[in-house]
Structure formats: structure tokens, C-alpha cells
């Protein structure tokens, strides 16, 4: 068993308990991260458990791939599938398991289908994801908290809601001059895009 798959069980099986009991998440932490993201702690929860049932799909389901190789990132109720997968079928199965999760608005399937990803390429993928991020919290105008970044295989994938089309378009460009970076791939919305959507 690998350290990510290791980790991914332990944080389902976290996520889910706190999912069936929710008095026992932490009020401080909970509270501090909604309120970052203007988003309430209803929301954070709801997109915990979503992303718990999507998980623990993946891990029910008898394909390894989906589990170690399919990253789950959700944000109000929005979940974007990355990771890279050998097989085309795999990643089709990923976004079907993905929808029936209750709560889900929409999937944004992102996942690659190839057998050249390696663990050079994943480490490659995390630094590069470490540097978006730093940089991002650096840039003091930009509330960084609100912005989930994952790189697969080079490619940088946002998800997460900026206060205009200004910033969305700066988050993009930061993200796109750290070395290694391949392509960068924006599902950001403004603020007042995520309101009317609704």
C-alpha cells in the first residue's frame, strides 16, 4: 500500500465520521476556514461529505486506479476530478461515481489518460503546485484561501471564486510563469457569477 493511498483512507475515514457527527469537528478551525472563504460552515461540511462519498465510491468500486490516481476537489458542491489514469474507461467511471454522490452541481472532469505518469512526475506536480500556492499567498491583494490548486503532469488546474474577472485572470497568470508549468487550466468564478449561477 502506497503513502497517497495510506493518507486518502485515513482522510475518508476522518472526513466520514465527522460527516455522521458533526458537533465533533472543530468549531475554531471549521469556523476560521468558512469564514476565509466567505462561505458558510454548512457549505465547508457539505462539500467534506460530498467529497467523502465520492471517496469512499472510489474505494468500493474494484478499480484501483480510481482511488490512487483520481484527486477530489470540491467547492460549493462543484467537484473536479485530476490525477492521471491508464485507461479511458476509467476516467469516464470516475465522473459517473462522482455525480451519483448526493449534493454534487457539477463535475468538471479534468482527469488525464495516460501510462507516462511516474513518481519523478508527481513529485515534479507537487512542487509546482507548492509554488503556485506560495506565490499566491505572497500576493497580500489576493485572498489565497479561496483558490484550490492541483497540477497533474504539468497542466495547473484552479478551481474556487475571485471578487472579479481581474483577478481571475491575475491568479491564472501567476500560476502560468512558475517553471514547469505546462498549461494552466481555470475553473474560477467571479463572486458574482457564483451568486447568479444559483
Not at 6 to 31: D, F
Not at 39 to 46: E, F, K, L, P, S
Not at 101 to 128: C, H, L, M, W
Amino acid at each position: 500500500m502506497n503513502i497517497r493511498y495510506l493518507g486518502m483512507v485515513c482522510l475518508v475515514a476522518l472526513v466520514a465520521q465527522a460527516c455522521t457527527t458533526p458537533v465533533m469537528i472543530s468549531g475554531a478551525t471549521s469556523t476560521a476556514y468558512a469564514v476565509a472563504q466567505e462561505r458558510t460552515i454548512g457549505n465547508a461540511i457539505d462539500d467534506a461529505t460530498i467529497s467523502a462519498h465520492i471517496n469512499s465510491a472510489f474505494i468500493q468500486k474494484d478499480l484501483n486506479e480510481l482511488f490512487q490516481r483520481v484527486d477530489v476537489t470540491v467547492q460549493e458542491g462543484k467537484v473536479l476530478l485530476t490525477g492521471a489514469v491508464r485507461k479511458p474507461e476509467t476516467r469516464v467511471e470516475a465522473a459517473k461515481l462522482a455525480w451519483k454522490a448526493p449534493g454534487v452541481r457539477a463535475v468538471i472532469n479534468e482527469i488525464q489518460v495516460t501510462d507516462k505518469s511516474s513518481v519523478v512526475d508527481y513529485a515534479k506536480d507537487v512542487f509546482i503546485t507548492a509554488q503556485v500556492k506560495s506565490r499566491l499567498a505572497l500576493a497580500k491583494h489576493l485572498r489565497s484561501i479561496n483558490y484550490t490548486v492541483e497540477t497533474v503532469n504539468g497542466v495547473v488546474y484552479l478551481l474556487g471564486i475571485t471578487k472579479d474577472r481581474a483577478e481571475l485572470q491575475e491568479v491564472a497568470d501567476i500560476a502560468s510563469r512558475v517553471k514547469g508549468v505546462q498549461r494552466v487550466v481555470s475553473h474560477m468564478r467571479t463572486y458574482y457569477m457564483e451568486r447568479t449561477d444559483r
